[in-house]
T-cell receptor, first 111, second 114 residues
């Protein structure tokens, strides 16, 4: 089983749609959770951290379910500029401070 | 301010040759990471430097891979006797020591081994 698993997509949605991505992680001792965004042939950039109580940043909402080892990202009112690959990222608390990245979910927002 | 920079941006080499990739982190960032991303794949952790501590090399795939960092500045990743499976984008990231999540990535070096 992969340490961090995501549906690769692609998710093709019209502008204005609401879309949700899910991610599961294998290590129950994981401490920190994030969503990164990666545009085509670009480097990843932090989109938002994921907190236990859930958190929102504008059109983006992140949720964490520790019991199920599950993370989600909800994007409301999709924009063309949201088209990218969304990476679920976990710090597995193995004593190192590097992050474990999922393979990403590709989103294509269409006009 | 300046972000993380990497050089070269692209590198084409022949199988068996050695390559050296460079990363300049954001000034003041004590932590530096190298990752590898194969086409269509997620990022694989390679190595992590934090200040003057011994680096975490647990992600290096073989002894052909090595990395150095001078103090809290430039890092070089060296791949000896390159193989075709080494073809990938090599990404460097840096962060302030206490901010695990806020890793700032460089644009990467695209390595193609023929």
């Amino acid at each position: 089983r992969k340490e961090v698993e995501q549906d690769p997509g692609p998710f093709n949605v019209p502008e204005g749609a609401t879309v949700a991505f899910n991610c599961t992680y294998s290590n129950s001792a994981s401490q920190s959770f994030f969503w990164y965004r990666q545009d085509c042939r670009k480097e990843p950039k932090l989109l938002m951290s994921v907190y236990s109580s859930g958190n929102e940043d504008g059109r983006f909402t992140a949720q964490l379910n520790r019991a199920s080892q599950y993370i989600s990202l909800l994007i409301r009112d999709s924009k063309l500029s949201d088209s990218a690959t969304y990476l679920c990222v976990v710090n597995q608390d193995t004593g190192r401070r590097a992050l474990t990245f999922g393979s990403g979910t590709r989103l294509q927002v269409q006009p | 301010g300046a972000g993380v920079s990497q050089s070269p941006s692209n590198k084409v080499t022949e199988k068996g040759k050695d390559v050296e990739l460079r990363c300049d982190p954001i000034s003041g960032h004590t932590a530096l990471y190298w990752y590898r991303q194969r086409l269509g794949q997620g990022l694989e952790f390679l190595i992590y430097f934090q200040g003057n501590s011994a680096p975490d090399k647990s992600g290096l795939p073989s002894d052909r891979f090595s990395a150095e960092r001078t103090g809290e500045s430039v890092s070089t990743l060296t791949i000896q006797r390159t193989q075709q499976e080494d073809s990938a984008v090599y990404l460097c990231a840096s962060s302030l020591g206490g901010a695990i999540g806020t890793q700032y990535f460089g644009p990467g070096t695209r390595l193609l081994v023929l």
